[in-house]
Structure formats: structure tokens, C-alpha cells
């Protein structure tokens, strides 16, 4: 069983920068594909970034490209988003989610999901 904890959400005024990191419960973290989605109420959860066990390999959603930047660190067994150049579209909840897929930026193939952190950007 993997638990998922997310942290570092907030307000912040558009232009601004946040960290999100999520930190795992597991000892086998190294051999996981982490993930971050996004979500807005009423909306589908729509995928930001992952990065694969191997740490080098990562991808991530148009609208975040440039901006956003994900990493891991396994000795911590901990998550990382920094957030750049936030937007007022960038508001949401945030999860962190972990799986065996390679890359995926598909929500089904993610097992575990951590319970979101809020991110609020003000205009």
C-alpha cells in the first residue's frame, strides 16, 4: 500500500511561483512513476507532469510547459512541482499519484493518489 501527502498549495498573485512536494509512504518509492494532476470542481482531473522511476524522464502538459518543472528525490522518497509564472488558469487541486505505467499521462493507469492540495492564483 503507497499512502500520498501533498503540501505546499496556496494563494499566490498571478506571476508568482509556489512548490508543491508530496511525500510517500512506501520503501519501494525508486521503482514508481509519479505523477501530478489538476482539478477543477465540475471539471475532469487533467494531467500536469510525470516523471519516471528513472528520474531523468519526464513530460508534461502543454499548458504547463516552461512554466512547471517536476522532480523527485528517492533518498526522501518525496515529489516535487516548482510552479512559475503562475496564472489565474492554473487554480486547482492538486494530486500526486503513483503507478507502474511508464510516462503515462493517462489518470486510470495511476494505483495510488495522494488527497490534493489547493492552489489558488489571484489576478
Known amino acids: 500500500q503507497v499512502q500520498l501527502v501533498e503540501s505546499g498549495g496556496g494563494l499566490v498573485q498571478a506571476g508568482g511561483s509556489l512548490k508543491l512536494s508530496c511525500a510517500a509512504s512506501v520503501r519501494t518509492f525508486n521503482s514508481y512513476t509519479l505523477a501530478w494532476f489538476r482539478q477543477v470542481p465540475g471539471k475532469d482531473r487533467d494531467f500536469v507532469s510525470v516523471i519516471n522511476w528513472d528520474g531523468v524522464t519526464t513530460y508534461y502538459a502543454d499548458s504547463v510547459k516552461g512554466r512547471f518543472a517536476i522532480s523527485r528525490d528517492n533518498t526522501k522518497a518525496t515529489l516535487y512541482l516548482q510552479m512559475n509564472n503562475l496564472k489565474p488558469e492554473d487554480t486547482a487541486q492538486y494530486y500526486c499519484?503513483?503507478?507502474?505505467?511508464?510516462?503515462?499521462?493517462?489518470?486510470?493507469?495511476?494505483?495510488?493518489w495522494g488527497q490534493g492540495t489547493q492552489v489558488t492564483v489571484s489576478s
Open positions: 499519484a503513483a503507478g507502474a505505467g511508464w510516462g503515462s499521462p493517462i489518470r486510470r493507469d495511476y494505483e495510488y
